[in-house]
């Protein structure tokens, strides 16, 4: 029972660290390697609020942490993206580039050992198919279900997220009628970053506020979003829960050692047998082209 | 009057330029070169040991070298050798930048990761320069190398502790909660880099020797969940959680430990756990942790005269007690190159590595001797006899030292759900 239990939890947390990466993808097409690094940096302005800066209450630490990283990625986008949009190679390097200068400035300022942590949400634990599950993990479920909810809600029925749909199935025709694609491209951005900083709140109260989370969320999020195929939602929630159980049945049944080894191995696997990913749909027509 | 005090001055001028070595100030500093993973607990806290040590010693006078008083000069690097992937080549670059840029008389620290630092010791007989490892590496290969090529490894000493060492000091104490509390089931986790396989795997053999039930898990650096593991350490009756990990997402583990309320007690060799945040950090939920902090002397004690001295003024320097493996050793290895360089008379490495092999010194930790075949600090249980290790169990918020026996200032206690 703790197989599923704790599968959908691993799960969710997957969907959550890859979500904002997908999301930038899937609107602007481009690929954001400074993902793990405005997490962890949602992760550490929320404890800089709590702790050194004006002592906020939790909740207000949240929305102004949050806030604050959406608007870095909106800045990324307005002063160094913008400037070599289209250019694949370059977007990688130069996202990467700041993902990396974030990750090692944080080091350098003092970001360093295991004593920044967030508080949970609700402490303690319970009992859940008579497996022990801490609320903070629910919490966690909770959120991530909502936050998909909202997500599709926002881009079905409002203005602003249909333009953003529009520039994700084509980016031509929605120019022609309007739409402008680089402000579509930077509230992607933004609201990418900030979809980190949500995954950040929510996760980093398991662990601590480590440079090297950065790192790895990086990874788990190139891992979902490269098996779901690069910019599908679906594919996102699909691989999240694909990559999930295959970690924890691996625990259960192999070693917990080979975990990290799954998530590549998935990876190597979908590039050889679909490169475009389960749902890459787009990548797909254009392979065939 | 004015005349006299005309040339009395003048008098003290030359005198001045004449014995410009009078002064310690004007030696030529002593530059005790420090590689250390800067951004990880083992590599800050042994530069704030040795700093300290270096401030207390400049602060008296420096140090006596045939009558002439030198400071001693720290130069630390950064050899980033802790993090993930190992990079050993950054750290023997570093290592070499601080002999041949910095012009570094002796090595002290690092560098951290045991590959690491046994890769440096080819880079240490090459320049032929003194090195007191002081913090990270616990494998025993180091001294076993030295034992065994004594000519080519003879500048290598480590004045801490390795696994065998600390091996035994766990096994006394899981025998006696055999004995005493008929323990007999051992979950052990342990994560993926070379020391704590090897701790892990150690412990399961000795264990099973001992006729216990164990089971052993290894997990990838930086995993945050250890639910299932954890569910199935209960599912198995484990009694004792044997954690070997240096990761500091580990604190994570004992979190979740906690509200599991398992009923096993939790122990082992945890870098999160040995630091005073730790109880800060994890929201009091790391009570009744024992964790190995391989030499006395990095949470308060009482083992030596020593050892509240320097508790005392590290927690004046640095605002905090001594934080975990590699500070008394990094701070007691700077006393011990003064104590080898007065009694040698020169800084010639050579004649240091003599000094050093005679010594004997009452210091933090116990008695400081280093074993004149292997250059690996002599331990023991007694710090009338050697040096001494530092296990302590997280009571009431405070790191209170439970073994060995004779320096134990507190029992082993029991989470209230294990009754």
Partial sequence: ??????????????????????????????????????YITTGYLAWLFMN????????????????????????????????????????????????LAI???????????????????????????????????????????????????FTHFNRVGLALRGIAQDERAAMMLGIDSDMTAIISLALGS???????????????????????????????????????????????????????????????????????????????????????KQKELEERV | MKKNMFYATVALFVIALCFPCVSPAKEKPIVIGAPLATAFLYGWDAERGIKLAI????????????????????????????????????????????????????????????????????LLRKHKKVSILTTGALTPDYSKRVAENYDKYKYCFRNSSHVPVMMGDFMAILNDLQKDHKFNKAY??????????????????????KNWETELKIYPTGT??????????????????????????????????????????????????EQPGFWKATGGKGEYMIVNLVNGGNAPANITPWTMKFVDAYKKKWGLEPEGYGTSSSYMAVYQLKDAIERAKTTDSDAVVAALESQDLMGVYGRMRFDKKTHQIIPSWDPKEGAVTGIIQWQAGKRVQIFPPKVADGKILFPPWMK
């Fill in chain 1, 1 to 38: 029972m703790e197989i599923i239990v704790y599968g959908v939890i691993n799960s969710v947390i997957l969907s959550l660290m890859a979500l904002g990466f997908t999301l930038v993808y899937s609107i602007a097409r481009m690929p954001n390697f400074a993902h793990g690094a405005l």
């Fill in chain 1, 103 to 153: 990750l090692e400035g944080l080091r350098w300022g003092g970001l360093r050992g295991m004593t920044f942590t967030l508080p949970p949400f609700i402490a303690g634990s319970t009992q859940i198919l008579g497996v022990s599950v801490d609320y903070q993990r629910l919490v966690i479920v909770g959120i991530g279900i909502l936050t998909f909810a909202t997500l599709y809600l």
């Fill in chain 2, 224 to 273: 945050t969940d250890y639910s299932v593991g954890l569910i199935d350490s209960g599912k198995k009756g484990a009694q004792v959680l044997f954690l070997w990990m240096d990761m500091p997402e580990s604190a994570a583990l004992l979190q979740q430990w906690s509200n599991m309320k398992l009923k096993s007690l939790p122990m082992g060799f945890m870098n999160a756990a």
């Fill in chain 1, 52 to 99: 050194s800066f004006g002592h906020l209450p939790y909740p207000a630490a949240i929305v102004l942490s949050i806030a604050i990283t959406a608007a870095i990625g909106a800045l990324i986008y307005r002063f160094v993206l913008i400037r070599i949009r289209g250019m694949e190679i370059s977007e990688i390097i130069a996202t990467y580039a700041i993902g």
């Fill in chain 1, 194 to 280: 900030g979809l980190a900083g949500l995954a950040a709140i929510l996760l980093l109260p398991l662990g601590n506020i480590i440079v090297e989370v950065g790192y790895n969320v990086l990874i788990f999020a190139i891992a979902v979003s490269v098996i779901g195929g690069l910019g599908s939602w679906g594919g996102t929630v699909l691989a999240s829960f694909i990559i999930g159980f295959a970690q924890i049945l691996t625990e259960a049944f192999l070693s917990s050692h080979y975990q990290m080894v799954v998530a590549l191995m998935a990876i190597i696997i979908t590039l050889l047998i679909k490169p475009s990913g389960i749902f890459g």
């Fill in chain 2, 55 to 122: 401030d207390e010693i400049n602060a008296a006078g420096g140090v006596n070298v045939a009558g002439k008083k030198r400071l001693f000069k720290a130069e630390i690097i950064d050899t980033r050798d802790l993090e993930p992937a190992v990079p050993v080549a950054d750290a023997l670059l570093a290592m070499e930048k601080l002999i041949l840029d910095k012009d570094a008389d002796f090595i002290v620290g690092g560098p951290v990761r045991s590959e690491a630092s046994l890769a440096a010791m080819d």
């Fill in chain 2, 188 to 209: 052990i986790m342990v994560q993926d880099v070379a020391h704590a396989r090897a701790g892990g795997e150690y412990m399961q053999k000795a264990l099973k020797a």
